[in-house]
Structures are given as C-alpha cells and as structure tokens.
C-alpha cells in the first residue's frame, strides 16, 4: 500500500487514485527570470522521486508543470516590483529572452539530475486566455471585486480558506503592513493586475489591460490539462501559506468542490544553517558545484538521503560525503555486475519487499537506499543483485548502471595549484613566470582565463 503525506489532512495517507491506474499530477515550476538554484532543485528531486516511485508502482502518469514567464512579483502577495521585469532592465533584454534563457539552464539541469520530466510543460504566457476564462467564471459566481489596482479574490466569500496552513480568516495578525487598503480583507489576492501604459508585459482582458495575479496561473493550467478534479499537487514548503491556499481557494470556488486529493511539500534546503541569501554570498546553483569538482548526481545522492519532508543543511563537507558515498555505492554495483555468484531467490524477495516498504511509506528514500547497500554489502558479487539493484534505481533515479563520465568541469588540483602561482606572479607583475605558467597550464590541456577576482580555468576542447 502506497502511503503518501497529505498536507491537507496533515497525515500520511493511503494513495488511492481518481482513474484506475493514472494518476494525474500538477507540480509548481520555475519562474525564470533567474538561474534556480539547488534550493528550488530539491522541490524538483522531490517531484521525480514522487513520480518514480509512483511508475515503480504500475501508476501511469500524467504530470503538468508550469513555467512562469510572466512577470510576478517580488513578494508572495501583490506587492512588491515584477521580477521579470526588473530582470529585463538588468539585463537589458526582453522578457521572452530572459525566460528562454533562464528557462533552457533549468531543463538543462533537470536532465543533469536525471530527472523524470512531467509530460506536459506548461507556459504561463500561453495559457493568458484560459486564465481570464477563470476570472470570469469566479467574477459570475461573485467571489471577485475591483479596485485601484485590479481584479481580487474575496476570502471571505470562501470561509474555508486557509485549510492546508490553518490559517484563520479572523486572525490576520501575520497580514503584512504595507498591504493595499483597499482590500475588503488581508488575505484577498489579485486574480489580474492593471499596470501602467508602459508596461512590457501585458494582455487586454475584460477589464482592461493587464497581467494575471501568480495564482491563477497554476490554476487555469491545472484545469485547462487536468481538469476539475485531480490527483496530487507538489510544491515548496514556502508555497504552502498562500500561493496554494489562493489556489484552492480560486479552483474550488469554481469547481463548487474539492480539486485536488492530495497536497505535497517538500522542506527547505537550507545552506551553511540559514536561508540562501545575495548577500550572505550563498546561493549556488548546480554549476557552481560542479565548478567545485562535484556533479548533479553527487547533489541528488545528498539530497535523497533525507526524507524530503525534513529541512536539509547543505554543507561543501556534506556535499564531499555524500560524493564518496555514492562512488562506493557505484563500486559496489559494479562488483556485482562482474559476480558470478547465484543468489538465492528468496534472499532477493526479501530486500525487494523491504525496499517497496520503504518507498511506499511516504517515499522514504533514504531508508531505501539503506536497504539496497546492506543488499549490495551482505549477498555475494552476483548479477541477480545487480539486475535488482537496476530495478530499484527505477525509482531512485541515480543512474546506478552508469560508468562515472568524468566530470568536464573537474579541474585537477595541480592545474589549480598551477593557476594560484601564476596569479601571484602576475599579481608581483613577473609577467614573464606568470606567462610561462599559463603555457604550462595549456600543454597540460587546460585554459585560463583572467577575471576580475582571480582567475577561471577551462579544459581544451
Ligand atoms: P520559485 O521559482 O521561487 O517559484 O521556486 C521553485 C520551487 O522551488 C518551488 O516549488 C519552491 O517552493 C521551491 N524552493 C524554493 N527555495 C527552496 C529551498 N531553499 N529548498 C527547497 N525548495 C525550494
Ligand atoms: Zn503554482
């Protein structure tokens, strides 16, 4: 039996399906007006080791998830500045340049991470008709009012609002100050903004020109693909307070039902004890550690082995345990893939069901990989091991049939040696070492390159 943590009924619930055998998933994407970094990669571990271990259960899956390259902003709620567009000034390109750009690292990343990408990717910016349609079939049911600044969700026309995070209609004390004194309560959110004539970003709607509010967006896609009753919805812990409270609010107000069964989150990656911050200098993406020497494979190992509903302290030193971690796990595998050793078939039910129970309990990972090393550890070098071993990483995702590529970005330590006494050669101007070090470096097959705080080294094509 397949158990699951349901954020709404706060329990680890049995999984039972709409439709005999599909199950039917929306998961909240990226907002590419930024690089994702390995915060916002574990929402997305947790989503493939979801959809894994739902396929290694004989599910079939029909997954949307969103890409939000409309402008929102920079707060939760509706205040704040639009990040897409702040990023277009930044960079001095058009918002459909950021979002591509932005957008092709992304899945660049997923598939680095092995990632089982759902089925249907889904634009925000395509879906703008679909998602005025949602407004207006809220507007006829009356849970809409306009003011100065748009189109708003009355809460208080839905009393059960607030149902994932408790949060209680009549206790608004967490309410932010600098909120519009407009609304007709705190915790009402913007279905569609109108924004200034020189906006960039902006679409003609029945009440004038605009963009949507960032909710109704994963809305009208989950409706439009999924329709008005599906099964599970995935997202970030920092979602669920009020993008999925607003969003279940907007899709069973229209529904006039519950949408969705089952609501997961996955806990925060934190680094260094403390949130990712620009100015704490700690937000790294995946290239960042591969710059380092470690791979996305090295990153998803560390993540898997903590349940994914627990906060995760990411650490150089964690990361560089979890690495060796995983080589032996590899040389194991490849010990058994040489074995010839028979392994008696009761021996292989038990860890097979073991393994199943661990998945099964709300995905527990990490007791999963448990099991299969003390398998991979306790039964001899055989390929009736290995062949197992294969099947479980079905739903672990670690490519453990795989011979480790050498990592294009691993830099050898001498060539990094190498690069730190040229730096100070030309830092006490003896061009003359510095030169001959750099051609040092580039018979050994390595460039590099000069920056504003150091250098850069890349390997020769
Ligand atoms: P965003 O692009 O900000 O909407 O984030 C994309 C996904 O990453 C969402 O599901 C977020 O909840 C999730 N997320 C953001 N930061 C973290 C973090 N530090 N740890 C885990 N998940 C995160
Ligand atoms: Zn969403």
Redesign the pocket.
């Known amino acids: 039996m397949l158990k699951l943590h349901n954020s709404l009924t706060n329990k680890n619930d049995e999984f039972k399906e709409i439709e005999k055998g599909i199950v039917k998933m929306y998961t909240?994407g990226?907002?590419v007006y930024y690089y994702?970094h390995i915060?916002?990669m574990?929402?997305y571990i947790f989503m493939d080791s979801l959809r894994r271990v739902l396929k290694y259960n004989g599910y079939k899956i029909k997954g949307v998830m969103n890409v939000t390259d409309v402008g929102h902003l920079t707060s939760d709620e509706d205040s704040g500045e639009d990040k897409m567009l702040l990023a277009s000034k930044r960079e001095n390109k058009r918002p459909e340049e950021i979002a591509k750009y932005y957008a092709d690292i992304f899945f660049n990343d997923l598939k680095k991470l092995n990632i089982d990408i759902p089925e249907n990717i889904t634009y925000a910016t395509k879906f703008i008709p679909q998602m005025i349609e949602f407004i207006k079939g809220l507007e006829k049911k009356g849970y809409t009012y306009k003011i100065d600044d748009g189109i708003y969700f009355d809460v208080q026309k839905f009393p059960s609002y607030g149902q994932l995070s408790h949060k209680d209609l009549e206790k608004t004390g967490n309410a932010r100050i600098e909120e519009n004194v407009n609304k007709h309560h705190p915790f009402d959110f913007a279905l569609w903004k109108f924004v200034a004539p020189n906006h960039i970003m902006k679409w003609d709607s029945p009440w004038g020109e605009g963009c949507p509010g960032w909710h109704i967006e994963c809305s009208a896609m989950g409706k439009t693909l999924l329709g008005d009753n599906f099964d599970i919805h995935t997202?970030?812990?920092?979602?669920k307070t009020v993008h999925h409270e607003d969003e279940i609010a907007q899709n069973d107000a229209l529904a006039g039902h519950r949408v969705v069964n089952y609501w997961m989150h996955?806990e925060?990656?934190l680094v260094d004890g403390g949130k990712?911050s620009k100015s704490l200098g700690n937000i790294y993406t995946l290239s960042d550690l591969e710059k380092k020497g470690f791979s996305a494979m090295d990153f998803k190992y560390f993540c898997l082995n903590t349940h994914y509903s627990k906060k995760l302290n990411f650490t150089f030193e964690g990361l560089k345990a979890s690495s060796n971690g995983y080589k032996s796990l590899k040389n194991l595998i490849r010990e058994h893939k040489n074995g010839n050793a028979k392994t008696d078939s009761a021996s292989l039910q038990k860890y097979e069901a073991e393994f199943l129970n661990a998945i099964n309990d709300d995905l527990n990972i990490p007791l999963a990989i448990g099991v299969m090393f003390t398998m991979l550890k306790d039964l001899d070098f055989s390929k009736d091991v290995y062949n197992l071993a294969l099947k479980f990483d079905k739903a672990l995702g670690l490519e453990l049939d795989k011979e480790e590529k050498e990592n294009k970005n691993t830099i050898p330590n001498e060539i990094v040696e190498l690069a730190k006494l040229r730096l100070n050669a030309r830092r006490n101007k003896d061009y003359k070492k510095s030169d001959e070090i750099r051609d040092e470096i580039l018979k050994r097959g390595f460039i590099i390159k000069d920056t504003k705080d150091g250098f850069e080294i890349e390997k020769k094509n």
């Open positions: 909240c990226p907002t994702q915060g916002n574990r929402a997202g970030g812990i920092d979602h996955n925060f990656l990712m």
